[in-house]
């Protein structure tokens, strides 16, 4: 599951995919870099996660389910809750 949706595109900001953990559709994308405004609403509302400023290529998730943390980081689980606060 590359993106972490059933069609295997990329998802858009606003779009929902199902979790293969929890099962809510609650999967969305990972932005990262320095959020400006529409970005950090975004991450408000739970549309996006927000990653952080450091990437590390082929170990950051792409999207990640804002209900259990779920992620497809080969790294580990995202702490969905910390990152939209």
């Known amino acids: 599951m590359t ?3 059933e069609t295997g ?10 979790c293969p953990s929890c ?4 999967v969305v994308p990972v ?5 400006a405004g529409d970005l950090m609403e975004a991450g408000r509302r739970g ?5 952080g400023c450091v990437i590390l290529p082929g170990l950051d998730p792409t999207v990640a389910c804002t209900r259990c943390g779920w992620s ?10 910390a990152d939209q606060a």
């Open 47 to 51: 549309d996006v996660v927000i990653g």
């Open 9 to 18: 595109r990329r998802l858009e900001i606003g779009e929902r995919a199902a």
């Open 72 to 81: 497809d980081a080969p790294a580990g689980p995202v702490d969905a809750e």
């Open 3 to 5: 993106d972490g949706n």
């Open 31 to 35: 932005v990262f870099g320095m959020p």
């Open 23 to 26: 099962g809510r559709r609650s």
